[in-house]
């Protein structure tokens, strides 16, 4: 795994404030109307984001036209974005953490190192109180690099006006160093529990998820309506999905239908094409007596009797091309199995005994020509 995947994924302080501040909303939710995920997280809030800054200037007429309008929900929809991108962060943050724990411990630890020399610096000057040392090394192992991390920054963040200037580091490495010491921290509580804690996260990430795709929603509607004349209101507020091909059912069942008959046609040609060609190869497998030209030949020479005992063997020649042009037949593909089995069984079963009453007849007709 490559050093990008193991470092935490840094959540800014507005993204943290704004999920605290939507956190009414998001355990509000009825644990039965919890939506799951089910499209990208980044790019739903970005088309959020974006879509907020577009709408900005129709909130006079919501005002304006919409009496009934929530409008906490077209004021907070941004603010409900950031939340479900820290959601999500946190959630990211605990599922990479349970499998590169060691590798963010000593990233924590080398961030912890630095926090606490430049706070023994501050405690030296009389800056900061010596008993926040203490504090930071209380505990022993992980625990000390995830909440000591966590207290150092505490400390630093309230002095920070004070010492910003005095200490070399920038805002930037506390956001830093406290993302990782929380990180840490849920890493430690993961290894106790982690199936639990996951469950937990993913949870707070579907409410988050839920509240903003019903804000999102009730927006999107209101746009529409006043956007009606114009149409034009997936230019303002598009779908969190993407864009979806439209479908008519009108002229999707008319395809079908159309299918279906090209199907059909197709089957009834390859029968009468199959039956017109076994109809000459069934003739020619016929013993030279029985070919019609001939027949009247012979039938000058026989008697009656000998005659009419020629005659049905073109009436089971007829029926064994009947039965071949039957079999060629392709089935009909929605039967079962064993229908199908049983039906070719008989078919040839069929075909086998007009092959028997066939050389039946023609061994007769040669007995008869023989006693002639």
């Known amino acids: 795994m490559t050093s990008n995947e193991t470092e935490s994924i840094e959540v800014p302080g507005n993204h943290r404030k704004a999920y605290e501040s939507s956190l009414p909303e998001i355990l509000g939710l009825p644990k039965d109307e919890i939506q799951a995920v089910n499209t990208d997280v980044i790019m739903a809030v970005g088309r959020v984001r974006a879509a907020c800054m577009r709408i900005q200037r129709f909130r006079s007429d919501v005002v304006a036209k919409l009496n009934d309008f929530d409008l906490k929900l077209w004021d907070k929809l941004e603010t409900y974005s950031f939340a479900l991108l820290y959601a999500n962060t946190v959630w990211d943050n605990a599922r990479r953490t349970m499998a590169n724990l060691d590798d963010l411990t000593q990233q924590a ?28 090394k209380k505990r022993r192992g992980r625990l000390r ?19 910003a200037h005095k200490t070399g580091l920038t805002e930037s490495e506390l956001t830093r160093a406290e993302a990782l010491g929380e990180q840490l921290s849920r890493g430690v509580a993961l290894q106790n529990s982690p199936i639990e804690e996951l469950k937990q996260l993913a949870e707070l990430r579907d409410r988050a998820f839920t509240v903003v795709v019903r804000a999102y929603g009730q927006v999107r509607h209101a746009l529409q ?31 079908v239908t159309q299918k279906a008959d090209a199907r059909a046609t197709a089957v009834e040609q390859g029968a009468s094409t199959q039956s017109a060609a076994i109809a000459p190869s069934a003739n020619a497998l016929l013993p030279v ?20 005992a020629i005659a049905p063997v073109h009436e089971n020649a007829s029926a064994l091309v009947a039965a071949n042009a039957i079999a060629s037949v392709p089935s009909n593909a929605n039967e079962a199995a064993p229908q199908l089995r049983a039906r070719r069984k008989q078919r040839r079963a069929k075909r086998a005994a007009i092959r028997r009453r066939l050389q039946q007849k023609n061994a007769k007709h040669r007995d008869v020509r023989h006693q002639s």
């Open 225 to 255: 309506y006043l956007r009606r004349e114009n149409n034009d209101a997936e230019r303002y507020a598009p779908s969190l999905y993407g864009r979806r091909r439209s479908r008519n059912p009108k002229a999707l069942a008319v395809a």
């Open 145 to 163: 690099f995830a909440y000591g991390l966590l207290g150092l920054v505490e400390v630093l963040r309230k002095v920070w006006p004070t010492v």
């Open 289 to 308: 007596e029985t070919v019609p030209e001939q027949q009247q030949e012979a039938s000058r020479d026989v008697d009656a009797p000998q005659v009419s």
């Open 109 to 136: 630890r080398s961030q912890f190192e630095l926090l606490y020399a430049v706070v023994q610096v501050l405690v030296s000057r009389g800056l900061v109180e010596p008993f926040h040392l203490k504090v930071a």
